[in-house]
């Protein structure tokens, strides 16, 4: 069969409902790893959503996937940049956390020490509401059900009240040459709104959402401090975000490893 004919197959199977790497490669009689390879290919251009263990159905591009849908994509790559991520958290730090599923993982690792959080996000509130230490402020708004996150001109006015030392957000793509873009307009008023409160801005994405465009651009590249990556970003990538003014750092390790932050 060629890889053509492959991709087709596979995309047809994903489409039913998703599916694994390992009943992929006995119905295709193809090794597992030519279907992990065939899956990161269509991941990257935009036909499946990538996942630990096998693949899943994009859902309307005109609105973002679900949350417990993003959640799994990539989730190895997500924890191990959230790990490198929360070495960044000081105590009396005033941090923001965008309702990205990157970012959540940042939000079940951070410690239980003096800390303010500020979030858009509905379920990072529900996540810190054990860590004593930390204060949690939510910005409220209208709620869009879709991401689980407040967005709106309430949640605007919120925010301009706020002091923000260190924005954590991700994206839907990142262009090297236009940067961090969006499917939505009022998920990327909020982020830019965010950005422009925060002395510091920490993006969190993994290898995949390099080199690719979603509707609403959000700010450009020269506008982050620091990109956080996993280790499966391509080197020629690192050289242009770096190009760009922004810092590097490459998470490495098992992200299986990690742990809940005691949430």
């Not at 193809?30 to 990161?40: A, G, K």
Request: aromatic share 2%.
């Amino acid at each position: 069969m060629l890889a053509e004919q492959r991709h087709a197959e596979i995309l047809k199977r994903v489409e039913a409902g998703g599916a694994r790497v390992a009943d992929l490669a006995h119905d295709l009689s193809v090794t597992e790893e030519t279907i992990r390879r065939d899956l990161e290919k269509l991941g990257r251009e935009g036909r499946l959503i990538r996942t630990h263990g096998g693949a899943l159905p994009l859902h309307e591009t005109s609105r973002d996937a679900p949350f417990d849908v993003r959640r799994v994509a990539h989730h190895e790559e997500k924890v191990a940049i959230a790990r490198r991520a929360v070495t960044h958290v000081r105590e009396r730090d005033v941090i923001a956390l965008d309702p990205s599923s990157t970012v959540h993982e940042l939000t079940r690792l951070i410690p239980d020490i003096p800390l303010t959080v500020v979030t858009n996000a509905l379920i990072a509130t529900v996540r810190l509401l054990n860590r004593k230490n930390v204060r949690v402020l939510s910005t409220g708004g209208l709620l869009d059900q879709t991401t689980c996150s407040w967005v709106g001109s309430f949640t605007h006015r919120t925010l301009e009240h706020l002091n923000i030392n260190k924005l954590f957000l991700s994206a839907k793509g990142v262009d090297l040459e236009r940067g961090l873009s969006e499917v939505d307009d009022a998920q990327a008023d909020v982020k830019r709104r965010m950005m422009a409160l925060a002395d510091e801005t920490y993006l969190l994405v993994d290898h995949s959402k390099f080199r690719s465009r979603s509707a609403v651009l959000v700010a450009g590249l020269e506008e982050i401090d620091v990109v956080i990556t996993d280790a499966g970003v391509d080197p020629q990538v690192v050289q242009a975000v770096q190009a760009a003014g922004c810092r590097v750092e490459v998470a490495e390790g098992n992200a299986a490893s990690a742990g809940d932050g005691g949430a």
